[in-house]
């Protein structure tokens, strides 16, 4: 049985991986970016600051030489017009160089004096003495209307004239959308590769340990042979591979040790039984009708039982330890179960109860033949040992979707309080019972073996219900193993 | 016939080496693997009694290797252990048998015969058994006691198949169990006993003389003389 679920690509851990490695990566490149944009604008304005101080003062120099007159104001402007055009940025000119620089002079009581630029020159005066500009301090100053703000510096001239020379930050904003746009098509390309090689490197190490999860899932009672596919290399998942290998070699070691102990004990102990069984039966077999038969006869019965008793402990024993060894093969249920009904009807019918046995078609469950005979039998067994006469004894075999249920039901006076809790548990009988009290945990321990479940529970009305839940056979389990049920004759 | 027993517990290989001696049988035994490889390698014997424990070692990986070096006799292996060895069924398929201990001896012997003329002989394939005044015919299913008509089910038919093939022979009842439930089990009840007096019921007359006898402790046998 496999454990392998296709689960949907959003649960899977290659997913999630990816999606937290790529939001750590972007916020990472986000906060290097806010570091250098910070930079560069920084470094931008420490320009434009500078080329303004410097212009500012050249201007203050020209206004402060040109003697005051007529050509006063067409001298002063062309050197400010002159002065606009070498912007700073110098590797790419603006465009417009009067639209992104102004000069304007006022007088000492704060009046226009001179005015050389394309904005509104009352806005920006007024947005100049909403300001106090210091020379040497250029300050960002609004103007409305204008496409950003400006950078404004001042000079105080001899006579109390002010000039102040201002920069438009247009320039600067589109260095620095230029970056910005540039930054965020490369940091996205950089993403979406970074999350693509982190969901894939992931996927396929993943994948290695999906197959791992597979093979070590179908890795049950009955198969402790196989191991996990050990991947070349030394990283953590072939490490993963190698710890569960070696864990499987203990396991398994285990398995065997207990499987060691177990068979050297049944060894132990039968091999003298079957010497003493024999001689009594050669003895039985020399002593004809005297006296002796019956006793001799009698010892040989509890030989036998005693045999029994030791194989379920064993067997219960290893199925505790979910090592009992399965040789699996195609088992019909149906038929099986007729053919215990045919068995144990004749001595059913003799106890007086009455048995009927419900079932249509055939259902196959891969199995151990041997196994899942002795678990049936221990439930005939117990139905006949401990129904009062004149009940009836119901089977019913259902197969439903990938499983089947062997339902036993009778009308009998059901499990005893004391029992019915643990009904499972070892040596759990009734105070009444003459029973071992192995046979439900046998039945229990075959069942788990077989990856099923059982319940056993006293009826409302009156008598108990055991259901026995068994997976069928997949159709194509059947077409790979030879349907080979064929008992040889003597 | 020549026999190789290799047990290596002495009180059963006694118990063996008497039994099989009784029933017309040669043996030679084998009390440890070594022993045995070289009495097989030697011997010319119709078939093996193999333990499957034994001190010095696994008694599959010795027949394993007999085989292997072109030992052919057939075995019957002797197990402790009900849940038998895939190993021990894969060497069933190929001829050979197991019994798990402690065993009857009249199962031990059946299974032997079986063993022998297996690899001797086909079968009979008769359609008509007579033992006495019983016949049965295999093809119509059909029985009949001194000329009258048995009324039987499939089942006690196939019982008293069985007893027929097996007459003046004791049958325990894990034989009947398996040969004619196919099941290799040990019941707790007395299943069997109640077929066995049903179809007795059926086949015994008060006039005429008792076929089907009990022998307590053992098993059934079916007169034949």
Known sequence: MSYAINRPRVKTAAWRISLWGTAAFAAGTIILFLFLHQFVAHEIQRRADSWLTGEVGTLGDVAEKTPQGVLYDRIVSEVAELATKEVPHGHEPAKDPNRSVFFLQTNSSGHLKLWVGEQNKNAVLQAVHAKNILPGHPVDIHIPDAFSDFRVASTRMNNGDVIYLGLSGREENRTLDTLRLYFFIICLGIVLLGFLIIFFTTKRMLGHVQRITDTAATIGHDDLRSRVPEVEGNDEVAQLAFTLNRMLDRVENTVRQLHTITDSLAHDLRSPITAVRGRLEAALLRTDEDGWAEPVASAIDELDRLCEFLTKSLDVAEAGADALRLQKEPVNLDELLQTMAHLYEPSMAERGLSLTLRSSSPVIVDADPSLIHRMMMNLFDNELKHLPPGCSVHIRLQSEDGHCNIFLEDNGPGFPDEVAAHIFEKYAKGSQSAGSGLGLAFVEAVVRAHNGSIEASNLPSRGIQIRIRLQRSSPASLASSPATSSHTGV | ?225
């Open chain 2, 1 to 225: 016939m020549k026999l190789l027993v290799i047990e290596d517990d002495l009180a059963n290989s006694k118990f063996l080496e008497r039994a099989l001696s009784e029933n017309g049988y040669t043996i030679d035994l084998a009390h440890n693997a070594a022993t045995a490889e070289r009495l097989a390698m030697d011997g010319d014997y119709a078939a093996v009694i193999l333990d499957l424990g034994l001190p010095d070692e696994d008694g599959l990986t010795l027949i394993t290797r007999l085989k292997a070096r072109g030992f052919s006799a057939p075995v019957l292996i002797l197990s402790a252990r009900r849940a038998v060895d895939d190993r021990v069924r894969g060497l069933e398929q190929g001829g050979d048998d197991y019994l798990v201990k402690p065993y009857a001896l009249p199962e031990l012997l059946a299974r032997l015969r079986n063993l022998l003329r297996r690899n001797a002989s086909p079968s009979d394939q008769s359609t008509v058994l007579r033992v006495l005044d019983l016949e049965l015919n295999l093809l119509r299913r059909e029985a009949s006691r001194a000329g009258e008509t048995l009324q039987l089910t499939t089942q006690e038919f196939a019982l008293l198949e069985f007893l027929c093939r097996n007459s003046g022979r004791v049958v325990t009842r894990s034989m009947i169990l398996q040969q004619v439930w196919g099941m290799r089990i040990q019941p707790d009840t007395n299943v069997v006993d109640v077929h066995i007096y049903r179809l007795r019921s059926k086949v015994e007359r008060p006039d005429l003389p008792t076929m089907i006898r009990t022998i307590r402790g053992v098993g059934y046998v079916l007169r034949d003389k």
